[in-house]
């Protein structure tokens, strides 16, 4: 169903962030991707029917990862690139929150905090695997930065296989595969006491981490939530999916627009997850969703210990051997058939006489994408 408001409708009427000062000039740009996404100005293309004659034109879409309408061709693609690496193992949800009163630090160094916030994370997973299982642990973690709200909350979703590869040849088990990984508590504490550590040794950070800031991370008991294992490969593969490739609200999640203000839905958890509306000022929701748009090249997505790049294959192959699983067979994605049954879309399929015999007739327009960075000064903006 095509929502009734979308975030480029808010952007469009309410422009006070092209002349504003607060914003990054790559925010500014993300945001300018999202007002193009989908319309003439970023070219189209043409499609006929070769039965009926049906001709439908397409506007071709910005790619930008914070734009809410083109992530979800690129989550299904990641999904099932996950199934091939998936072991026949209990696997472990993770999530890795730090307290409110650091958010300025989140807020003024995104990329030094984020990346200490993953270095932190898995630092604590490596540990408690040296030490319990003695072997290599594995991790994938995605990094959110928001709450239902659109208020900074800076926390990292886990998934982490129940055992450890010892000596590179042999997987080993946690006993505690039917409760926990490992105790929540242990983690949160070394949590804390890595990503602090983490803190004071950075030179832009140091300095800040002073005082009462410094007193306020020791007197409050960080939050580590585990959750019991999952009951199979197919649910750890979907459950990940709805972390993957999310931005900090959907387009279905806004109610309505008027007279400069922005109404959407919202979960409260502390109520047991119970639906709610919140209604803020277009200014102010432009602001609370630009706190959520990363640095240019980051990677919120990241792999760990025996699912790292350079060496996750190997790896992978030698757990599949010590606990005799058999390895996937290697396929031949068709994109349509997935855009079919995962997006419940088929663009071969006309809308006319509904036969797939659709056909992409030469693009129009030279431009694919949003312009160059360097092209968009304050005169192409406006």
């Known amino acids: 169903m095509h929502p009734k408001i979308e975030i ?27 007002t193009l996404c989908r319309t003439a100005k970023l070219g189209r293309h043409i499609d006929h029917c070769e039965k ?5 034109v397409s506007y071709n879409s910005c790619r930008n ?24 193992v209990p ?55 928001w709450g239902q709200n659109l208020t900074l909350h800076p926390h990292l979703h886990c998934i982490i296989p129940g055992g450890a590869l010892c000596n590179g040849k042999h997987w080993k088990c946690s006993d505690k595969t ?6 929540a508590k242990g983690l949160a504490k070394m949590f804390r006491a890595k990503l602090i550590q983490g803190i004071r040794k950075n030179e832009l950070l140091r300095t800040i981490l002073e005082g ?71 200014v102010e929701f432009i602001q609370r969703y630009v706190r959520h748009l990363l640095p240019k090249g980051f990677r ?22 010590s606990i005799g699983q058999k390895p996937p067979k290697i396929k031949e994605w068709d994109w349509v058939k997935i855009s079919t049954e995962k997006l419940g879309y088929d663009p071969k399929v006309c809308p006319c006489c509904k036969e797939r015999s659709m056909v992409i007739m030469p693009r129009f327009a030279s431009q694919r994408a949003p312009p160059k960075k360097e092209n968009l ?6």
């Open 8 to 34: 480029a409708q808010i952007l469009n009427e309410q422009q006070f962030w092209r002349e504003s000062t607060q914003f990054l000039a790559r925010q500014k740009y993300d945001l300018h991707a999202m």
């Open 52 to 56: 009926c004659k049906e001709v439908r």
């Open 65 to 88: 990862r914070n734009c809410p309408k083109c992530q979800a061709t690129y989550r299904e693609k990641w999904i099932l690139k996950r199934e091939e690496e998936v072991l026949d």
């Open 91 to 145: 696997y472990f949800h993770t999530v890795f929150t730090v307290p409110h009163h650091l958010n300025f630090l989140f807020l003024k160094y995104p990329k030094e905090m984020y990346d200490l916030l993953f270095l932190a994370a898995w630092e604590t997973i490596k540990t408690f695997g040296r030490v319990s299982l003695q072997g290599e642990m594995g991790m994938i973690a995605v990094l959110h930065t």
């Open 178 to 183: 039917g409760k926990y990984l490992f105790p």
């Open 212 to 282: 009462e800031v410094a007193r306020n991370c020791f007197e409050k008991e960080w939050v580590v939530y585990a959750k019991r294992p999952f009951g199979g490969a197919k649910q750890i593969i979907q459950y990940l999916g709805r972390y993957t490739h999310k931005t900090a609200i959907s387009n279905h999640r806004l109610v309505n627009y008027s007279d400069g203000k922005v109404t959407f839905s919202y979960k409260d958890y502390r109520q047991g997850g119970k639906k709610k509306e919140m209604t803020l000022s277009d």
């Open 300 to 321: 919120r997505i990241r792999h760990f210990g025996f699912y790292n790049g350079a060496i996750k294959k190997k790896k992978v192959t030698q757990i599949r051997t």
């Open 377 to 382: 000064n304050a005169a192409s903006i406006n």
